[in-house]
T-cell receptor, first 113, second 116 residues
Framework: DQQVKQNSPSLSVQEGRISILNCDYT??????FLWYKKYPAEGPTFLIS?????DKNEDGRFTVFLNKSAKHLSLHIVPSQPGDSAVYFC????????????FGSGTRLQVQP | GAVVSQHPSRVICKSGTSVKIECRSL??????MFWYRQFPKQSLMLMAT?????????EQGVEKDKFLINHASLTLSTLTVTSAHPEDSSFYIC????????????FGPGTRLTVT
């Protein structure tokens, strides 16, 4: 049973436009949600996070929105740049026990120049 | 900073042999390290949680006798794939968490294992 889902395997946007990556989850007990960026043959790099008690967190070009009632979060990148092209993983964490991350399957973002 | 390294970055081995992968936190001490496995075009699947000085906690379905994890110091955890088979071929990634951190995990660059 996949607790974190990214239903869009890929997304293509034009440079300068907004990229919106979506993520759904099933476990309402998750305390934190994180977005990671990953290039091939490299480890994920942390981008931005949001606590379950908030509905928005912004960091430069990156904004994460959380809709707890819908169990949905999204990552907005604006303006998109060619260097943003990578695979983006959504992850969730329970702030208890081993506090391990549960990852979604990833969305490949391609930003066209 | 928070840098995590892995060695080797790429390894090819023959079926039946064992392979050891090292994960090091270079500029911080990590009381907890995690080992993940990623199949092509799929998500990172948590294999086990490694705590310094104690036995690793394995996820359901992960054979602890096949994937030996040792977290001997605050900066080093090792994953040994024993009696490797072609189906063990995968991308293995470790991450480390700083003491007191709630969710920040810093990932290594990964190790590509190919078993022939």
């Amino acid at each position: 049973d996949q607790q974190v889902k990214q239903n869009s395997p890929s997304l293509s946007v034009q440079e300068g436009r907004i990229s919106i990556l979506n993520c759904d989850y099933t476990n309402s007990m998750f305390d934190y949600f994180l977005w990671y960026k990953k290039y091939p043959a490299e480890g994920p790099t942390f981008l931005i996070s949001i606590s379950s008690i908030k509905d928005k967190n912004e960091d430069g070009r990156f904004t994460v929105f959380l809709n707890k009632s819908a169990k949905h979060l999204s990552l907005h990148i604006v303006p998109s740049q060619p260097g943003d092209s990578a695979v983006y993983f959504c992850a969730a964490l329970l702030d208890t026990g081993r506090r391990a991350l549960t990852f979604g399957s990833g969305t490949r973002l391609q930003v066209q120049p | 900073g928070a840098v995590v390294s892995q060695h080797p970055s790429r390894v090819i081995c023959k079926s039946g042999t064992s392979v050891k992968i090292e994960c090091r936190s270079l500029d911080f001490q990590a009381t907890t390290m995690f080992w993940y496995r990623q199949f092509p075009k799929q998500s990172l699947m948590l294999m086990a949680t490694s705590n310094e000085g104690s036995k690793a906690t394995y996820e359901q379905g992960v054979e602890k006798d096949k994937f030996l994890i040792n977290h001997a110091s605050l900066t080093l955890s090792t994953l040994t794939v024993t009696s490797a088979h072609p189906e063990d071929s995968s991308f293995y990634i470790c991450s480390a968490r700083k003491p007191g951190a709630v969710y920040e995990q810093y990932f290594g660059p990964g190790t590509r294992l190919t078993v022939t």
